[in-house]
């Protein structure tokens, strides 16, 4: 059993910067795939970022990429997810998620995660 706890989110303006972490209990965190995802209003929670269980892969929306930067240490048992030049379609309630899995090093699929946090809610607006 997995839990996430996320940190970071708050108002901000365009161009702005945020750094959401998330904080896993558990001893088993290094073997975690762990990602970030999101969910506007009046949309389907979609996908931002993932990271490997080593730290080593990672994976990027392309609605994020050169903006974003997910990063983990295991040693805190926390992921990070570093967020630059935000816009206001970034505006959402972000997620974190554990998964497992033999068959990759990351996972970009909502379905194939096994535990999700809460969720720390994005606003950005001038």
């Known amino acids: 059993q997995v839990q996430l706890v996320e940190s970071g989110g708050g108002l901000v303006q365009p161009g702005g910067s945020l750094r959401l972490s998330c904080a896993a209990s558990?001893?088993?965190?290094?073997?975690?795939?762990m990602g970030w995802f999101r969910q506007a209003p009046g949309k389907e929670r979609e996908f931002v970022a993932t990271?490997?269980?080593?730290?080593?892969?990672?994976v990027y929306a392309d609605s994020v990429k050169g903006r974003s930067a997910i990063s983990r240490d295991n040693t805190k048992n926390t992921v990070y997810l570093q967020m630059n030049s935000l816009k206001p379609e970034d505006t959402a309630v972000y997620y974190c998620?554990?998964?497992?899995?033999?068959?990759?090093?990351?996972?970009?699929?909502?379905?194939?995660?096994?535990?999700w946090g809460q969720g720390t809610q994005v606003t950005v607006s001038s």
């Open positions: 998620a554990a998964g497992r899995s033999a068959a990759v090093t990351v996972i970009t699929t909502q379905r194939l995660y096994d535990y």
């Open positions: 558990g001893r088993t965190f290094s073997s975690y795939i």
């Open positions: 990271i490997s269980s080593n730290g080593f892969t990672t």
